[in-house]
């Protein structure tokens, strides 16, 4: 069955650092996401790419953030500089259209920023 | 926008005892709806999804969940738990219709099943 890969699995970084989150999303699939989970809470929308370009984006989402489809595989989110409220599981997502949506989810980045 | 409440946070049961899941939304169009499940140091992984059709939908893992319209719920059941379905849950909801169509997520319930 189709994955999405997320790597690292976790990444420890110093606070103010820059960190660099990879996704390989499911090859036919057109949408891509980026969620995340701090310890505790709910899962929360974070960002969707579309047709190369960012479709919408959360209050979360804010100038720190980027994505990225740098080749026809991967798909990225870059924190410029991180702070502490940013560790977190940081999930991949992607999905198809038509009626099924195909809805994947990627096993996640646990990210700690110390 | 879409919302999610699940009005449970932490549920305890032993095993065979039987399970329900509270799920209700807001929003004023067709949605779709799902419940994911992720168990310790996992991803999300789909139990079920209602689209449309027959409200009553049945999952992996003998999971079911029952959509009432009238209600805005989502509730998912099971009728004999085992201690292997220990894990958080999650009720989800997204828009039939518009573009990139976002998952919002309730805040999700952690199921604790004693052996």
């Known amino acids: 069955e189709p994955e999405v890969t997320q790597t690292p699995s976790h990444q420890v970084t110093q606070m103010g650092q820059e960190v660099i989150l990879r996704c390989v999303p499911i090859?036919?699939?057109?949408?891509f996401y980026w969620y995340r989970q701090i310890l505790g809470q709910k899962v929360e929308f974070l960002v969707s790419?579309?047709?190369?370009?960012?479709?919408?984006k959360s209050e979360i989402f804010d100038d720190q953030f980027s994505v990225e489809r740098p080749d026809g595989s991967n798909f990225t989110l870059k924190i410029r500089s991180t702070k502490l409220e940013d560790s977190a599981m940081y999930f991949c997502?992607?999905?198809?259209?038509?009626?099924?949506?195909?809805?994947?989810f990627g096993s996640g980045t646990r990210l700690t920023v110390v | 926008a879409q919302s999610v409440s699940q009005h449970n946070h932490h549920v305890i049961l032993s095993e065979a005892a039987s399970l329900e899941l509270g799920c209700n939304y807001s929003y004023g169009g067709t949605v779709n709806l799902f419940w994911y499940v992720q168990y310790p140091g996992q991803h999300l992984q789909l139990l079920l999804k209602y689209f449309s059709g027959d409200p009553l939908v049945k999952g992996i893992k003998g999971f079911e969940a029952e959509f009432i319209k009238s209600k805005f719920s989502f509730n998912l059941r099971k009728p004999s738990v085992q201690w292997s379905d220990t894990a958080e849950y999650f009720c989800?909801?997204?828009?039939?219709?518009?573009?990139?169509?976002?998952?919002?997520f309730g805040s999700g319930t952690q199921l604790t099943v004693l052996p």
């Open positions: 790419f579309y047709n190369n370009e960012i479709s919408e």
């Open positions: 989800a909801v997204i828009p039939a219709s518009g573009s990139a169509r976002q998952l919002t």
């Open positions: 997502a992607s999905r198809g259209t038509g009626a099924f949506y195909g809805y994947t």
């Open positions: 090859s036919n699939h057109l949408y």
